[in-house]
């Protein structure tokens, strides 16, 4: 899977909507990353009044590990209008202590743009 791709299952996953309580809110957000057996994962983002939320590389991790793997070759965020955005720091520490290899997961940063993680995580 490349990584057209891996923006499409993205999109077709992201979609913002709130909880009837009005006080969550997702889907703003959401991400789809490649396992290293080549499955796809996907996630949401959960934004909360009180910011105990999480992104969409976090759900989509979860989903990763509930099949109890921990690699990722590559991965994916995009916004409910459609941009692709970069994983926070905090993803990306995710990613980084999830497995070594993850050092060389790719990062999908537009259509045409990719970086490793290990790029975007220079001076660790």
């Known amino acids: 899977m490349g990584p057209s791709e891996l923006i499409e ?3 077709n996953v992201v979609g913002r909507f709130s909880t009837p309580g009005g006080r969550v809110e997702a889907g703003s957000v959401a991400a789809a990353l490649v396992s290293g057996r080549g499955t796809v994962y996907t996630g949401l983002c959960i934004d909360t009044e009180c910011s105990l939320g999480f992104c969409a590389e976090h759900a989509a991790v979860a989903e990763m590990l509930k099949a109890r793997e921990s690699v990722i070759s590559m991965v ?3 916004r409910d209008d459609g941009g692709i955005v970069p994983p926070c720091g905090r993803c990306r520490e ?3 202590q999830l497995d070594p290899q993850n050092r060389d997961t790719i990062v999908v940063l537009g259509p045409d743009r ?3 993680l290990k790029d975007l995580l220079p001076e660790r």
């Open 76 to 78: 994916v965020a995009v």
């Open 94 to 96: 995710l990613m980084w």
């Open 114 to 116: 990719t970086m490793c």
């Open 9 to 11: 299952a993205a999109r």
